[in-house]
């Protein structure tokens, strides 16, 4: 047998953590990591967090799972919270951002269904978007490398430019138009935020024509950009929307959100999960929430993410010959490299060379996304690493 016990889908590299504490991991052999990943932007609050390792044992040893097909007070309770914090009038929890893609896409259509207009099942996303690894998530994106080899794809949904209004406008204008699926900041995509003019005109068309406005924030949500919500940079509030990663902490959780006239179709059978919503998952989003949706917790964010980004900013005249700009909002933060260097390549040079872990993204940039709870020190380390990993990294053998 050649083929690994594990299935070969991750170009796995050799770090293998055994140990987080704070913003930092330990690998098997003992070596230390500032970790500036953070789980792809879950470990909102770092690893080995306190309260949450308290709430994790303390569920685990009262009630794990039951089944959603009885009352659960823990779901009830979050999704209160969750409704009285956002736009939102209900809730249904997943497992992951995917599955909050998934019935998100589910929502928007039944919604149509549900006002009589069942073929209103078209959807427009936007290019270099990711919205997740199933059927239907591959199918809203244009990226190959997600695409190929699982057609065919789930008809029903259409890719423009992304921060194109004009795009959006004419790809809408059609009778089987159900609505918009977008990141208000693209992550995967290349750190890039949406543009004030892009998501008022999103609202504003789907207003005209009776769309839906769906959100992914699935990375960019849940604090990482100093707001609880993305969206609330633009002031735009969206009809559904995706959320998982920081919601859990770094336990598998995800939601998605809806208004009540949104939600209009999802009535009793037309959707769940067995897993979605357990005890111990919700008992995990309460001390997430607990800990994160407060002024003082926000704010702090917003401080650190100035920080951060005029640390990169200042780094930049000093290594002209490999960095070229810096992008995000908050503690979601790219740093765009020149031609001279590939960003999948730098990633792993700051990581095997001087302990640093970031993930590179599209458009040759670094995603620097640390947990939402660091401190001023942190940061202080970050531009060391970095700037020594800047230094003697081999420009031209980027590849």
Not at 34 to 55: C, E, Q, R
Not at 202 to 227: N, S
Not at 230 to 238: F, R
Not at 295 to 310: H, S, Y
Request: glycine share 10%.
């Amino acid at each position: 047998m050649t083929i690994a016990p594990l299935m070969p889908v991750y170009p796995r590299c050799d770090v293998r953590p055994v140990r987080g504490e704070g913003a930092y991991l330990w690998g098997e052999r003992g070596e230390k990591y500032l970790d500036f990943a953070s789980g792809i932007a879950v470990n909102i609050l770092g690893h080995a967090h306190p309260k949450l390792v308290k709430t994790i044992a303390d569920q685990a040893a009262t009630l794990m799972h039951v089944s959603n097909l009885y009352g659960a007070p823990l779901q009830e309770q979050l999704a209160e919270k969750l409704v009285a914090s956002t736009f939102a009038d209900t809730v249904f929890f997943t497992n992951s951002g995917t599955e909050a893609v998934e019935c998100a896409i589910k929502v928007a259509r039944r919604y149509h269904y549900a006002n009589g207009e069942p073929h209103r099942h078209h959807i427009v996303t936007f290019a270099n978007a990711f919205h997740g690894r199933t059927l239907g998530a591959i199918s809203a994106t244009n990226q190959p490398k997600m695409r190929d080899g699982y057609e065919p794809l789930l008809p029903g949904f259409e890719t423009v430019a992304f921060n194109d209004l004009e795009a959006a406008d004419r790809a809408s204008d059609r009778p089987d138009a159900a609505g918009f699926m977008v990141e208000t900041v693209q992550g995967e995509g290349g750190v890039t935020p949406a543009t004030q003019e892009f998501m008022t005109g999103l609202r504003k068309l789907c207003d005209e024509r009776g769309l839906l406005l769906i959100l992914d924030e699935v990375q960019c949500g849940y604090a990482r950009t100093g707001a609880f919500f993305a969206h609330e940079h633009y002031g735009v509030s969206p009809d559904i929307m995706a959320v998982a990663k920081g919601i859990g902490g770094g336990f598998p959780l995800g939601a998605c959100l809806a208004t009540e006239e949104a939600a209009k179709g999802m009535v009793a059978g037309t959707h769940g999960s067995t897993y979605g919503g357990n005890a111990l998952a919700m008992a995990v989003g309460l001390t997430i929430f607990e800990e994160v949706v407060n002024e003082p917790f926000l704010a702090n964010v917003r401080r650190m993410g100035d920080r951060l980004r005029q640390t990169l900013e200042q780094l930049i005249p000093n290594h002209d010959h490999l960095f070229d700009s810096v992008r995000g909002k908050g503690l979601m933060l790219g740093l765009k490299l020149k031609p001279t260097a590939e960003a999948r390549a730098f990633v792993a040079h700051l990581r095997d060379n001087h302990g640093l872990l970031t993930v590179s993204a599209g458009e040759n940039v670094v995603r620097v996304m640390p947990p939402l709870n660091i401190e001023d020190s942190h940061i202080a380390e970050f531009a060391e690493k970095l700037s020594a990993g800047a230094r003697d990294y081999p420009v031209g053998d980027a590849a």
